[in-house]
């Protein structure tokens, strides 16, 4: 199974990001919103374990991907098992039925303009993501795909062209994740109200 070998950074300046791709090569694809809701398994919880499982609307096209722990301090490297759903709206409401009734539950959804693009870097094809989240902020993903076998090369590769861009701090957190940890600090749990 392959390994997407990703890194993530919040962002203040997205317009200096994207300047700083386009000089080293960055070849755009286009805005696309995507909207992934997520799922908890009904018997073990995924924010323990570190995996995820949700559906994914993008540009008309629909995806179920379940993505496994990570397994890399440096990066959000994983497993990740993505399936295309049939390209008609209701076949997103059918999974989320049949995900219900198996006991899985929604947890949120994750909002997001996505741009993306590629880069030739050195040896490496990497998948460019700006994100703009709804109620997060600006992201930069940068993705490479890799057999196991590639994963150390991968990550130096991804980890070199981070620093060529200036770009420290990576957040390993998902989006689920932080919106999550925001959503909790605004609404304290009944144990933390007084």
């Given at each position: 199974m392959p390994y997407e070998v990703e890194v993530k950074f919040p962002l203040e300046d997205p317009e200096l990001i994207c300047r700083n791709l386009e000089k080293l090569g960055v070849r755009w694809a286009g805005i696309r919103e995507e909207i992934d809701v997520y799922f908890q398994h009904p018997s073990?919880?995924?924010?323990?374990?570190d995996?995820?499982?949700?559906?994914?609307?993008?540009?008309g096209r629909f995806y179920l991907t379940y993505k496994g722990p990570k397994i890399d301090p440096a990066t959000k490297t994983r497993d990740e098992i993505e399936l295309p759903l049939a390209p008609a709206p209701e076949s997103i409401q059918q999974w989320r039925r049949l995900l219900e009734r198996l006991g899985f539950q929604p947890v949120a959804e994750v909002l997001k303009r996505r741009r993306r693009g590629t880069l030739q870097w050195n040896r490496c094809q990497v998948e460019v993501s700006l994100d703009e989240v709804q109620d997060l902020g600006w992201f930069l993903e940068l993705e490479v795909v890799v057999?196991?076998?590639?994963?150390?090369?991968?990550?130096?590769?991804?980890?070199?062209?981070?620093?060529?861009?200036?770009l420290e701090n990576g957040e390993r957190r998902?989006?689920?994740e932080l919106l999550l940890l925001k959503k909790a600090?605004?609404?304290?749990?009944p144990s933390e109200r007084r």
């Open positions: 073990r919880d995924f924010s323990q374990t995996e995820a499982l949700r559906i994914r609307s993008a540009g057999e196991p076998h590639e994963f150390p090369s991968a990550r130096d590769q991804v980890l070199a062209l981070s620093r060529e861009l200036g998902s989006y689920l600090s605004k609404f304290p749990l």
